[in-house]
């Protein structure tokens, strides 16, 4: 079969042949549909994140989409966390509890495209920031597959406001085309405080940021927060640290709740991606994505925006 493979962590992967997986005990083979290409296999493969130094030779891949037994199926991977091979490949190999059964009207690229991303955006609204109907959100990064799934699923959470923020004005007219209520465009050489004005104009007194971005675009949207107002944490594209006075935080009784997609359960997965699933069949969700071969691999690798490899 044809995969992508990572030889050298911090370098793109190279497409080869390789035998075809054999699952052992307690495993499945899928044949792979669609695996998208995620900042998380981006970080694993580089080599410097919190999981290590990955074993190379491996094929890269957190999740994808896949037919297994005749029926269309999601499924999620190790791969770049722990050694094992992940979805860049025309077959993969997956634990049975890491399988998701889709609907046969599921479109596999869109659903690849939004995975995980998707499934992380609805549970910080709905579950680790608590959103309650009619409540002004405000979205960091809305240009991210993250952003986006956010901007549309504060949408159907039932915020009464929704305000997208993101460096691009492409990214901005895509998020007013997915429901944003208003767009605040960041820009270069600005400080936290002049952000948070232009963000407060914007959104008005915010209840809840989802924030995959942190830095200093973090500290701003702190800012706006209304008393007992959260900010949930999924990421640091903008920067490790956000710089915020105690003053802040503790003369408005704010909340800031980290989340990661690790410490759901199966179960949770399974819901969250189901509901992911149901609302683009709806029309109610969508993303921004490339296809591409699995054999330009490589030279996708490192493009701007969600790529989704296609055989």
Known sequence: MIAAEIRTPGQPPV???RAEPAPGPGAVAV???AAPITPLDLLCASGTSYFGVPATPYVPGVQG??????????FATAAGMRPGDGSMAEYAVAAPADVV????????PLVAALGLSAVAAWRCLTGTGELSAGETVLV??????????????????GAGRVVACARSDAALDQARRLG?????????????EGLARRLGAAAGPVDLVIDPVCGLPAAAALRTLRPGGRLVNLGSAAGEVCAVPSAVLRGRSLRILGYTNNELTADERREALLTVVAQTMTGALTAGYERVPLQDAARAWNRPGRVVLVP
């Open 31 to 33: 044949r792979v549909t």
């Open 65 to 74: 989409v896949g037919v297994l037994a005749g029926k269309p199926v999601w």
């Open 101 to 108: 059964t889709l609907p046969e009207e599921a479109d596999p």
């Open 180 to 192: 944003a209520d208003g767009t605040v465009r960041l820009e270069d050489g600005e400080d936290a």
């Open 15 to 17: 497409v080869a042949e």
């Open 140 to 157: 960091l990064g809305a240009g991210g597959v993250v952003g986006q799934s956010a901007v549309q699923f504060a949408r159907v959470a």
